[in-house]
């Protein structure tokens, strides 16, 4: 899955940038109040991607 494509679905779904670190940006999602590390390679895992939506609350991308 693309990176931009994970933070497309991010946002749809009510999540914020909270802020950029040295390797990772944090979301937050804030009706849940959880933030979630997620990391600015261009490529990642989909099973990656799938577990950061549900550590956020949010449904899976398709």
Aim: glycine share 6%.
């Amino acid at each position: 899955m693309k990176l931009r494509d994970l933070i497309k679905h991010l946002s749809q779904n009510g999540c914020v940038l909270v802020r950029e670190g040295g390797k990772c940006s944090v979301y937050s999602n804030p009706a849940t109040n959880i933030e979630v590390n997620v990391t600015r390679h261009p490529e990642m895992a989909d099973f990656a991607a799938r577990k950061i939506c549900k550590q956020l609350g949010i449904p899976p991308v398709q």
